[in-house]
Each structure stands twice: as C-alpha cells, then as structure tokens.
C-alpha cells in the first residue's frame, strides 16, 4: 500500500526566507502528485500538480520537483510571507485515488 | 473556475442521530466524487468513490451501512452518517472530477465540520 511521509511535521520562518518542504512515497507507480494547501477548518486548494513523466512545475513563488524513482518531491516556497502560513499537503495518485501525507504545517513569521 | 461546495459546513448533533452532508458541483458535471475524512493533526484518508448513478465503491475499513454515499445526479453526492457516534466526529471532505478517474484534476469542498456528542 502506498504511503506517503512529509518533514518535517511543522515548520516556522521568519518572512522573507526560502524553504523547503519534503514528501516521499513508497511505490513509484504513481500517475502524478500534487501539492495541496490547507487553511485551518478549510479544504483543499490544489498548488502544482506534477505528471509522473515531469521533473517539475511552477506557480509564482513555488516549484515543485519530483523524482519519481527515488520516490521524492520538495516544494520551493521563495521570499516567504505571512499569508503563506497553512498546512500543506502532498498526495499521490496511482490513477484511481489520491494517497495523502500527513503535512506540513508552516507558519511564517512577520 | 470549478467550484464544488458542502453544506452544511459544520454540524453538531447528539449520539444515535443521523447526519447528512451534500457536496454539490456548481458549475460542471461531475461523473466521480470523493469521500474524504480527515481527523485532527493527521491527513486525509479516502472513505469511498461514487459515480453517479452506481453504487459507491468503499474503502477497506469503511462501514458501507454506516456511510451511506448517494450520487444520484452529475452534481451532487450525499453522505449520511447512520447513528452517530462520537467517534464519527470528524472533518469531511467531498472532492469531485469530471471524468471517471482521479488521475484528472480532482475539485475539493471547504469541508464539512461533524462533532458528536
């Protein structure tokens, strides 16, 4: 069964600093992953989305990279800012359903 | 863009009780929708899969008699939680796709808050 890991479990930046968010997964046979963020009693707002047979995408101030074969994505947030605090998610998706981590939750400092 | 929204967005109700929840697409159609749960501090797990005008397919785990999913038209899904518990007490999420497979964008709702008491 797949499983999804995400670290560190939370996180705290003064505003203005780059970071790094990591997920990893155990079964590579994914169709595509997705960065997820999550406002506290919020639902989800997809971020990236990366198809398998991509290495990464951007939005903005965020990349997202993926190396399916060692099972690993990381999501770059740049010049971080307080409205950037959330819970973010990872989840991978063989095609028929989503496998979510457990979370990053990231509060930025102003 | 697509929108999909629950109501209601939170409910409190007594042990024994039932509670429905609707997830509505408003302004696509929705072949497939999704039943996520979400217990504090950890992340979503999905409960079962239903398209429209078939039965719901569960997850292992998952009561079928106690989550009763209906996806009678392309835009909305309910969930009925069958006598309460607090156990059940939770945040539910529906998701929804236009095509029959999650590997498509999947639209989620803002969630639904349940607390039994």
């Known amino acids: 069964k797949q499983e999804v890991t995400q670290i560190p479990a939370a996180l705290s930046v003064p505003e203005g600093e780059n970071l790094v968010l990591n997920c990893s997964f155990t079964?590579?046979?994914?169709?595509?992953l997705q960065w997820f963020r999550q406002d506290p009693g919020k639902g989800l707002t997809s971020l990236l989305l990366?198809?398998?047979?991509?290495r990464e995408q951007t939005s903005g101030r965020l990349n997202a990279s993926l190396d399916k074969s060692s099972g690993r994505s990381t999501l770059y947030i740049a010049a971080s800012q307080p409205g950037d605090s959330a819970t973010y998610l990872c989840?991978?998706?063989?095609?028929?359903?989503?496998?979510f981590g457990t979370g990053t939750s990231l509060t930025v400092i102003p | 863009g697509a929108v999909v929204s629950q109501h209601p967005s939170w409910v409190i109700c007594k042990s024994g009780t039932s509670v429905k929840i609707e997830c509505r697409s408003l302004?696509?159609?929705?072949?497939?929708m999704f039943w996520y749960r979400q217990f504090p501090k950890q992340s979503l797990m999905l409960m079962a899969t239903?398209?429209?005008?078939?039965?719901?397919?569960?997850e292992q785990g998952v009561e079928k008699d106690k989550f009763l999913i209906n996806h009678a038209s392309l835009t909305l899904s309910t969930l009925t939680v069958t006598s309460a518990h607090p156990e059940d007490s939770s945040f539910y999420i529906c998701?929804?796709?236009?095509?029959?497979?999650?590997?498509?964008?999947?639209?989620f709702g803002p969630g639904t808050r349940l607390l039994v008491l």
């Open positions: 079964d590579s046979a994914i169709y595509n």
């Open positions: 302004d696509f159609q929705a072949t497939t």
């Open positions: 989840a991978v998706t063989p095609g028929n359903q989503f496998y």
């Open positions: 998701s929804a796709s236009d095509s029959g497979r999650a590997a498509e964008t999947q639209y």
């Open positions: 990366i198809q398998s047979s991509q």
């Open positions: 239903s398209n429209e005008g078939s039965k719901a397919t569960y």
